[in-house]
């Protein structure tokens, strides 16, 4: 068991506080009663919760294989299996008095199925589109938004009509779209990058389609939720990482930043009556639930995580880069010089590391290391520019990055240059890959977890839809064969210096198990020093703690071995 129980996907309803957590080993869901401070574990079931919403005041949930991701429905209190299409990909939409309405697409099809169940069993196919897509919300009685994927990024914006089935193409640009929200019969509210590259609060007129940029941020936009008045919004911004929270008028388009004392993420965010929810952690602050009286302006602590036994200096701030670009990072900082050195790369790369808890990063600062947890050329959290600056050829910039935080963390914060470590997971997985392998002399050991170690492989074995939004990113089979194979880790596993410890898992359908089992083969062939964990009850994420517990303490022992 980790020593920290991960807490998420926070929800209201008839006074009680719904949340996922891991504190049995795997997720179930839980219930945290508001008047008299009880908890109670909801479900208890054969594989992990992945997801729950309440429809037609009925409790459904989705779980999955093993991690494979192809969730399916089941209705709670009655036992009741909504879906039993174990090779198909299942996505909640809405509800709809005693009907759901969802999507769901085959692991080896390309196109998706829009479906409608009633929660008594029946099911009808409603249409079929070619492409990814979402359901957004309901947009009136008997019609749907709904988001078509064109890019790894960008969206085009439909209406279906679920009467005629026909879909509409709306006249918004493509780009960034989420938390539609109606105000009233001709207004709307959005949130979306259309005029400045960051996600913003917009007004829409809902008899022209014309849409005015309500909000001026500089950062995005992460939770939204508008009260009963239809005219008080709440929001979190993400800046920098960091989640701060506003009040917003629209009427009067009045902005007021709320005086909170979070120092890190937020992340699940509810209004309920006088009161925000907050789910919250801090890089040295584990997991905890927080109330918010908006009358009273007062913040009081409800229940998670003992704190860390341990005081943790943290900081949060930039690099250089070697093309002058200004790289943020996260450091949990050790004092004096000669220090043991962790890099940690996130996954995505259209993903951010956040000023977040992490268990493994506060065991490896107890055992003497610092971590530095840069956002590479490529994260998301920032402009759409500093997203696409590691596409496709620009790909070993962002490893260049890596490099050049290593020379500062040497020069400016004690790094013992014989004692530097790199590790990262999927993308991140990657990234440390073509580290080891442009840049071998510079590492004393690698880990990588989940990894990419050649993008033509990665491209060829995952699924259909998938591949084509990938591609945008990593490059195209046919186009961009020569320069995949130049920079695969695969093709260079000849150059490694540095021990590299893998972990996969036997059910992982974004990044096959075959990227670390192909890497591992050939390095063994080779002589390097390598090993393999291959995990047989996980997906991507590994969401098992007695599996996550084992992997952290391999690695640290790991690096201790090796400092």
Known sequence: MTEYVKYLNMKIKDNHLYFISDETGKRELHKYNLYDGSTEQVTEEEQNVKKYWFTDDQLMISTDFNGNEREQFKLVEKDISLTDSPDYYHYYGIADGDTIIYLRNHQDKGHFELYSSTLGGGHELLTTFDRPVKILSKYDDRRLLISEDTTNINQRIYLYDLDAGETEELPFPEG????????????????????????????????????????????????????????????????????????????????????????????????????????????????????????????????????????????SDTFISFDDLDVPYYLYGQQGSGIKTVIHVHGGPESQARPEFNELYYKLYKAGYQIAVPNIRGSTGYDKFYIGLDDKEKRLDAVRDVVCL??????????????????????????????????????????????????????????????????????????????????????????????????????????????????????????????????ENEGHQFLHTENIEDMNEDIIKFFNGLS
């Open 176 to 315: 960034r779209f989420k938390n539609y929200t109606s105000i009233d019969d001709s207004r709307a509210v959005f949130i979306s990058d259309y005029t400045n590259g960051y996600l913003n609060l917009y007004s829409l007129n809902k008899k022209t389609w014309d849409f005015e940029r309500i909000t001026d941020f500089v950062w995005n936009i992460e939770h939204f939720t508008l009260s009963a008045d239809k005219n008080t919004a709440y929001m979190t911004l993400n800046e920098n990482g960091f989640s701060r929270v506003y009040k917003y008028e629209i009427n009067g388009r009045s902005l007021t930043k709320l005086d909170l004392p979070f120092e890190g993420v937020i992340h699940s965010f509810k209004k309920n009556k006088n009161h925000l929810y907050f789910l919250y952690s801090g890089m040295a602050e584990p997991h905890h639930f927080y109330r918010y009286d908006l009358i009273e302006n007062s913040l009081e602590k409800l229940f998670g995580n003992p704190p860390a036994d341990t005081e943790v200096a943290v900081s």
């Open 406 to 535: 290593r020379k500062h963390l040497i020069d400016v914060h004690g790094a013992d240059t014989g004692r530097i470590f790199i590790m990262g997971r999927s993308y991140g997985g990657f990234i440390t890959l073509l580290s080891i392998t442009q840049y071998p002399e510079l590492w004393t050991g690698a880990v990588d977890i989940v990894g990419i170690s050649h993008l033509k492989t990665l491209l060829k074995n995952t699924s259909k839809w998938r591949r084509e939004l990938r591609s945008h990113e990593y490059g195209f089979i046919g186009e961009h064969d020569k320069f995949m194979k130049a920079i695969a880790p695969l093709e260079n596993s000849a150059r490694i210096q540095a021990p590299l410890r893998i972990f996969h898992s036997k059910h992982d359908v974004r990044v096959p198990y075959n990227e670390s089992g192909q890497m591992y083969n050939k390095m063994r062939m080779q002589g390097k020093n390598v090993e393999l964990v291959a995990y």
